[in-house]
């Protein structure tokens, strides 16, 4: 049974819920994300020990001292965490006007999740093709002078 209501106490409410549902996710990100950089922390240490090893740089000749590698993980994991944080948030504020709009029409909610969906994946990947442009822009001199012997 549907009970009438007023549409402002609706419009009231759909805020309060959806004020709470930001603040979970903001919550479950800063756990998250505090997890995850002791993680990263600790396995940059293993790519730096393992697989770099800028200490050896002198003695091979072919070696390069900067730890290109450990670098372009740390990198990837904090572009990686910013794209989720805007992704949770852009989720969250489309997920209420989604909803809203569908008391309309499905059609008007479905443009409006489609176009949530759209400023998601344009913002990710500007954001992934411009630190990938940074990192080729810092990288390709240090592989480059690499090349000439010691």
Same mark, same amino acid.
């Given at each position: 049974?549907?009970?009438?209501? +007023?549409?402002?106490?609706?419009?009231?409410?759909?805020?309060?819920?959806?004020?709470? &549902?930001?603040?979970?996710?903001?919550?479950? %990100?800063?756990?998250?994300?505090?997890? %995850?950089?002791?993680?990263?922390?600790?396995?940059?240490? &293993?790519?730096?020990?393992?697989?770099?090893?800028?200490?050896?740089?002198?003695?091979?000749?072919?070696?390069?001292?900067?730890?290109?590698?450990?670098?372009?993980? @740390?990198?990837?994991?904090?572009? =990686?965490?910013?794209?989720?944080?805007?992704?949770?948030?852009?989720?969250?504020?489309?997920?209420?006007? /989604?909803? =809203?709009?569908?008391?309309? =029409?499905?059609?008007?909610?479905?443009?409006?999740?489609?176009?949530?969906?759209?400023? @998601?994946?344009?913002?990710?990947?500007?954001?992934?093709?411009? %630190? %990938?442009?940074?990192?080729?822009?810092?990288?390709?001199?240090? /592989?480059? +002078? =690499?090349?000439?012997?010691?």
């Amino acid at each position: 049974m549907r009970v009438p209501c +007023n549409g402002k106490e609706v419009h009231d409410q759909m805020v309060v819920v959806q004020n709470h &549902i930001k603040a979970g996710a903001r919550t479950f %990100l800063k756990e998250e994300y505090s997890k %995850l950089a002791i993680f990263c922390a600790f396995f940059g240490v &293993i790519l730096a020990v393992a697989v770099d090893q800028p200490w050896k740089a002198n003695e091979a000749g072919d070696k390069i001292a900067f730890p290109m590698t450990t670098m372009a993980f @740390l990198v990837g994991a904090a572009t =990686s965490m910013l794209c989720g944080y805007i992704g949770m948030t852009v989720a969250t504020d489309a997920n209420a006007k /989604v909803t =809203s709009e569908t008391t309309t =029409s499905i059609g008007a909610g479905f443009d409006v999740a489609f176009a949530g969906g759209q400023v @998601l994946g344009f913002c990710l990947v500007g954001i992934a093709l411009l %630190l %990938l442009q940074l990192m080729i822009m810092i990288y390709k001199p240090i /592989v480059l +002078n =690499s090349d000439e012997p010691a």
